[in-house]
């Protein structure tokens, strides 16, 4: 049992980067639209994702400091800035779509408008960061997002072809009936969404709330290597669940519950409860983890005292900040604009954003005066410099086939 708990920051972390709201319906419109000719771009971003999250987690075990305030501190106080700036925009606008996430799962099971119940759930997510421990918050919508599995037994119950399901995987074939720019438009969007900033930010600081030192390293890797594919499996579980349900009928998927469909088709009523808690724990864990990086990143940045570890008064301009992100997220949704349009466009932006977030962690993981004989091996800084590359071409490309295409419309 210590050893599911041991890896349970990786699985927050994995469900708030791969299957918060936006990406619930990302993965289920590429899955009705593509069927699995875009699995191999999820695969690519949680081997991204693995590669930067094991260079911040072993950052934050051997320095005893979360990843940015030492990005800070190496690359100046203006990159730190630009850094700031570009993240928190991300981070922001995904806390904003969580919170009406987790209003959209309760409007689902209750029947009870989501714009009514913001305000309620946006209470319930400050209470939780503001009074529930570290590894509480972890250990319990980690959990309980883990219900999202019921994809998967969906997909087993549907009884798919397996193997023209996996030859759709792997041979990266666009649908005829698609255009190449929109094909492209929602694989760097699917690559985005995998690699989101906040996540390297909340996994290092997380460490740092956990007390990790050098002996932690190994649980480190567990939560990474674990953790993270994971969230893959899962994404690619939605995406599999919808393909073989929506693909055939020509039909988009546009809410939360078109998502939820296949595995009521597949499960009845027991499936619907389950992915109903899959729903909610998902999204609120992606609300806790993008909350707490927007407290994370303003904290480490201006060098205020920061944490759950510590009580709410010590560092109480970190509690601050988030009260102000938690006020922002209603403000914004109670002028009825759609979460999930809100995570598409955070998804795209954050794409733009990852040269800034990830460039700078593969400078401090190969600084020795922060890492001593910790520092990146060979291995490490290859795969690093791949995925820089790939990370520069998908950031050039975001912003002009997100117009091209008007988000994928085509």
């Known amino acids: ?40 771009v999820t695969l690519v971003g949680v081997l991204g994702i693995c590669v930067f999250a094991e260079m911040s987690g072993r950052v934050a075990a051997v320095s005893g400091r979360a990843t940015f305030d030492l990005v800070r501190e190496r690359l100046g106080p203006g990159m730190g800035l630009l850094n700031l700036l570009a993240s928190m925009g991300v981070t922001l606008l995904t806390f904003v ?23 309620v759930v946006a209470a ?43 030859t759709e995987a792997v041979t990266f074939a666009k649908p005829p009936d698609e255009s190449w720019t929109v094909y492209a438009y929602y694989a760097v969007a699917l690559f985005g969404a995998a690699m989101t900033p906040y996540e390297v930010f909340f996994f290092s600081s997380g460490g740092v709330e956990e007390h990790w030192s050098v002996r932690d390293l190994r649980t480190m890797r567990m939560n990474v290597f674990i953790g993270f594919p994971l969230g893959g499996i899962l994404s690619l579980a939605i995406a599999a669940a919808t393909s073989m349900l929506f693909q055939p009928l020509g039909v988009d998927v546009s809410t939360l519950g078109q998502v939820g469909m296949p595995v009521a088709q597949a499960l009845g009523t027991i499936g619907v409860v389950v992915v109903l808690v899959g729903f909610f724990g998902a999204t609120f864990g992606a609300a806790c983890e993008t909350g ?38 209603v403000l914004v949704l109670m002028t009825t604009v759609d979460p999930i349009t809100v995570t598409e466009f955070s998804v795209v932006f954050s794409t733009i954003a990852l040269p800034l977030t990830y460039l700078p962690i593969l400078v401090v993981a190969n600084d020795r005066t922060y890492m001593g004989e910790h520092v990146n091996g060979r291995l490490a800084n290859a795969l690093g410099t791949v995925f820089a590359g790939i990370i520069l071409v998908a950031a050039v490309a975001a912003i002009p086939l997100m117009v091209i295409t008007r988000m994928g419309q085509g």
């Open 1 to 40: 049992m210590k050893g599911v708990f041991a890896v349970a920051l990786g699985i927050l972390t994995a469900i708030g980067g791969f299957v918060d709201i936006g990406d619930l319906v990302t993965n289920a419109q590429v899955g009705a639209r593509f069927g699995l000719s875009l699995a191999v």
């Open 97 to 119: 779509a969580e919170i009406g996430g987790i209003a959209l799962a309760l409007e689902l099971a209750s029947s009870v408008s989501y714009l009514l119940v913001v305000p």
């Open 124 to 166: 319930a997510v400050w209470l939780v960061l503001w009074r529930v421990k570290f590894d509480v918050l972890e250990n319990v919508f980690g959990l309980l997002g883990l219900a999202l599995v019921v994809f998967a037994v969906a997909v087993w119950q549907l009884g798919p072809d397996w193997g023209e399901m996996i």
């Open 292 to 329: 707490l990086s927007v407290g994370y990143s303003i904290a480490q940045y201006l060098g205020w005292q920061w944490g759950k570890y510590v009580r709410p008064l010590t560092a109480a301009r970190f509690h601050a900040v988030m009260i102000l992100a938690v006020v922002a997220a």
